[in-house]
């Protein structure tokens, strides 16, 4: 789905050697998204994944994280997510990391 020259296939093929590197059991591990072609990669990985609302991948991991702590979960997303209509949750997302 992602066009020729993508750098989205980049980011695909560092997650797997991540997550070969670490040794990751794929049912401990959940990929959230929002909504674009970047936040395709969770369709292109074998573990649980989850495409959010554009914008919100950030609250739905951290979510997630709460109620199981124990999962890894990975957030992605494009400059849409990200720094567009998504950039007001970053900064609730590095204060939680901080308490």
Not at 78 to 91: L, N
Request: charged share 10%.
């Amino acid at each position: 789905m992602w066009c020729t020259g993508c750098g989205d296939f980049g980011v695909l093929q560092s997650l797997y050697r991540a997550l070969s590197e670490l040794d990751l059991d794929p049912a401990n591990v959940a990929i959230i998204s929002g909504i674009g072609c970047s936040s395709r990669l969770p369709g292109y990985v074998n573990t649980y994944g989850f495409n959010s609302v554009h914008g919100r991948a950030l609250p739905i991991a951290q979510g997630l994280k709460l109620a199981r702590p124990e999962i890894t979960v990975i957030a992605v997303g494009g400059d849409g997510d990200g720094i567009s209509i998504g950039m007001g949750h970053f900064p609730h997302a590095a204060a939680a990391t901080w308490t």
